[in-house]
């Protein structure tokens, strides 16, 4: 006997699987990887999937959905939660796909590290059914750590599954699930599964921002603006400035070749990268805007190379400083 798991990488999918193994089930741990996967230093991140799978010994495999999942997060049947999550979406989607694998693998069931109650939108018994109904996985989901408060699931009505031996836990409170990894001598118990940008606030804020200008997402826009001071220029035109080396080094790297790149020349400070139609006005107020985050010379005059792509040519400006209510202004 089968079953898939989806593992965020969290403590709860990792118990979940602990669960099910221990009743002999062969267990296909299934991860998702989104633009909006963090890797930074936000807590939990997205690679904590793989770390406790070599940790635990679990049989990962890591699926990237791209463009599928951006137009899903653009236009989210269910809505957004309070940030640009849409949870119930993303749970369908993520189920479409485990649903796939399960029945190529001629695994049986899949199951979730799901906990009645414990987040506002996604796991409500409710939102639970509907995603369960949508993902056309009717009494094939099983939650083992909540499944003794729900309904049986076919695997425990045709007995593939100890009912008797799974959890009853429910709600917001954590100290069931860390005595039960102690229990299991899981060590070095994952932190809950993090890593999701669009439960950020900040970064949502930016999501909105490049939804509203371009009606659409695409895996460049969703990851340039993760890197840096955002700031909307008019309708078509937006810059992001690096905050630090790391930004600096992920802007360079992302920069399209019809994209503008910004960088002083006389003194130390960000790179920017200007997306959009840049004139010449344009082009001067990003020069003063990422002078204002440069380690000005004396003479407060920076020197800002602009080059469109990595071979255009060339462009120098004289920047001074942006006041900081202009700058203000137009971050997000
Ligand atoms: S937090 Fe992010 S990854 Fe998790 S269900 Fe919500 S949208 Fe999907």
Redesign the pocket.
């Known amino acids: 006997m089968k079953c898939i798991a989806l593992l965020?990488g969290g403590l709860d999918s990792c118990l979940a699987v602990k669960v099910v193994a221990e009743q002999g089930i062969e267990v296909l741990a299934f991860n998702?990887q989104?633009a909006?996967c963090s890797t930074g230093s936000k807590g939990a991140s997205c690679g904590d999937a793989t770390r406790i799978s070599d940790q635990e010994k679990f049989n990962l495999k890591v699926i990237h959905i791209g463009q599928e999942y951006l137009d899903m997060?653009a236009k989210p049947k269910h809505g957004w939660?309070k940030n640009m999550?849409?949870?119930?979406?993303?749970?369908i989607l993520?189920l479409n796909k485990a649903k796939e694998y399960m029945e190529v693998t001629g695994a049986k069931f899949i199951i979730t590290g799901e906990v009645l109650g414990q987040?506002p939108?996604?796991q409500h018994w409710r939102a639970m059914k509907d995603v369960e109904r949508e993902s056309g996985l009717e009494g094939l989901l099983l939650r083992p750590l909540s499944a003794r408060l729900m309904p049986p699931t076919i695997p425990e009505i045709k007995g593939w599954i100890d009912r008797d031996k799974l959890c009853a836990i429910e709600g917001r409170q954590r100290k069931e699930q860390f005595a039960m990894a102690k229990a299991y001598g899981v060590e070095n118990p994952p932190t809950p599964?993090g890593?999701?940008?669009?439960?950020d606030p900040a970064y949502s804020d930016r999501l909105r921002d490049v939804l509203e200008h371009t009606g659409g997402l695409t895996v460049h826009l969703a990851q340039v603006i993760k890197y840096g001071r955002y700031l909307r220029l008019d309708a078509k035109t937006f810059t992001v400035i690096g905050r630090n080396q790391e930004d600096n080094f992920h802007l360079e790297a992302l920069q399209l070749p019809d994209e503008w790149k910004f960088r002083p020349l006389n003194c130390m400070g960000p790179v920017a990268l200007g997306n959009g139609p840049l004139d010449d006005t344009a082009k001067r107020s990003i020069a003063s805007m990422l002078a204002r985050y440069a380690d000005r010379p004396a003479d407060g005059i920076v020197q800002v190379e602009a080059r469109q792509g990595r071979e255009g040519a060339p462009e120098l400006f004289f920047a001074t400083a942006a006041e900081p209510e202009a700058v203000g202004a137009v971050r997000v």
């Open positions: 965020s998702f989104t909006f997060v939660g999550n849409p949870c119930i979406d993303c749970r993520m987040r939108l996604s599964a890593g999701c940008l669009l439960t």
